[in-house]
């Protein structure tokens, strides 16, 4: 199992794309691996015949075990199959065959190669199921199975009428609800990370919170007229102001973008912002690079093309690596303001809840403004309070002046 980025510590074997006895040149893709963030392609680093498949489709094992034999061009090929087993576990033994009551058909299983698109909760639960996915309907983007389209095609199926049976050794016993109270479900790989993630960064990292609002009303006049000019621009969205703002913050106050490492501070060589991206199976933050020199368009273009791959799991390992600071943005959702916590090593994450129509006062008159509220979550060990307000402030302002944003 190839490590495919610095935090990957184990990955599930996809789909292989060689079977056994194929000719393999270098470059060439053997199989495609998951890891707790996307769907990455394993290629041959050499030439040669893909001698034996060790591990099966679907397993998941930690970074180094063997998972297959590569015979390389000019190597001798295995005197007999005796051979030395590798140190690590070799092939898991085939489960019992069970025997269930006659309630219902079994549902085939997928022809060996074949790979429907479904989310890895959806396929744990179609495994302990017993369902063929290629049965379900899926509902996700790009006709994704979700573990919900799973749920309801059990629903319906045990609803159907069952076939008669001549005598029943024993009255059926129905299933458990698939969401039953009390039920224990196993985390998949991405929650387990961010689980082991978060955790790191609320043991070790002293966060601490700064807060402000923002008058959102020139940014959302200057977004509508810069998509009124069409084209083949891409849509500006506020995320993409943020990222820009964000970036232009850092690089007027350099500190708060510093990162604490082994007792000292390391200055950031460009500015990568983070966007914070919920999928169905937990959140994965794409990094959208050297911001402080790219155009809005530029960002905008950037920022949609990593969110959808990060949809798809497509993500390169470099994609979600190497963040300076992350936004998160809740606003869709209808949140006033929340406190996120710090992606480790970054020093800092804004927080931003929805634009509101607010009465404030301007000028000695009460009128209606569209507000934000932006928290920074800051590592106290390379800023103090006073450090986060003045980025802050400076994110405000870049906001409530957007002609800035381009510049």
């Not at 043991?203 to 807060?211: A, D, G, L, N, R």
């Not at 050297?290 to 798809?312: P, V």
């Not at 103090?384 to 400076?394: N, P, V």
């Amino acid at each position: 199992m190839p490590k495919m980025g610095d935090t990957m510590e184990e990955g599930t074997i996809a789909r292989w794309l060689k079977k056994p006895g194929d000719q393999v040149n270098e470059g060439d893709t053997l199989a495609e691996i998951e890891t707790e963030k996307s769907v990455m392609e394993m290629t041959a680093f050499e030439s040669g015949v893909l001698e034996e498949i060790l591990l099966p489709e679907g397993q998941t094992v930690p970074v180094g075990t063997p998972i297959a034999v590569l015979r390389t061009v000019g190597e001798a090929a295995p005197a007999s199959a005796a051979a030395t087993p590798p140190p690590s576990p070799a092939r898991p033994p085939e489960e019992p065959v069970r025997h269930e009551p006659a309630v219902a058909p079994t549902e085939p299983r997928p022809e060996p190669g074949e790979r429907v698109k479904a989310s890895p909760l959806a396929r744990r639960l179609a495994e302990a199921k017993n369902v063929d996915l290629r049965a379900v309907t899926g509902t996700g983007p790009g006709g994704r199975v979700l573990e919900a389209d799973v749920e309801e095609y059990l629903s319906s199926r045990r609803v159907a009428p069952a076939a008669a049976a001549a005598t029943p050794a024993s009255p059926p016993v129905a299933p458990a609800p698939a969401t039953a109270a009390g039920e224990v479900r196993e985390l998949n790989r991405i929650r387990r990370t961010i689980a082991r993630r978060m955790t790191q960064s609320k043991q070790t990292i002293p966060h601490f919170y700064v807060t402000a609002e923002v008058d959102m009303k020139r940014a959302l006049e200057l977004r509508a007229a810069l998509n009124d000019l069409g084209g083949d621009r891409p849509k500006i969205s506020l995320t993409d102001m943020m990222v820009k703002a964000a970036a232009i913050a850092i690089a007027r106050n350099p500190e708060a973008g510093a990162q604490y490492q082994d007792d000292k501070l390391h200055m950031p060589a460009q500015i990568n912002v983070g966007i914070a991206v919920a999928l169905e199976d937990g959140l994965v933050v794409p990094v959208v690079r050297d911001c402080g020199r790219k155009s809005l368009t530029a960002i905008a273009r950037e920022s949609r093309d990593l969110i959808e791959r990060a949809r798809q799991g497509k993500l390169a390992p470099d994609e979600y690596t190497g963040g300076t600071i992350t936004i998160s943005n809740l606003g869709m959702y209808e949140v006033d303001s929340f406190a996120a916590i710090i992606n480790p090593p970054e020093p800092a994450i804004l927080a931003v809840g929805s634009v509101t129509d607010t009465p404030v006062v301007v000028e000695g008159q009460v009128v209606i403004r569209p507000r934000m509220k932006v928290t920074i979550s800051a590592d106290h060990r390379a800023m103090d309070g006073a450090r986060a307000a003045i980025y802050l402030r400076e994110f405000k302002h870049l906001l409530e002046d957007p002609m800035s944003l381009l510049e």
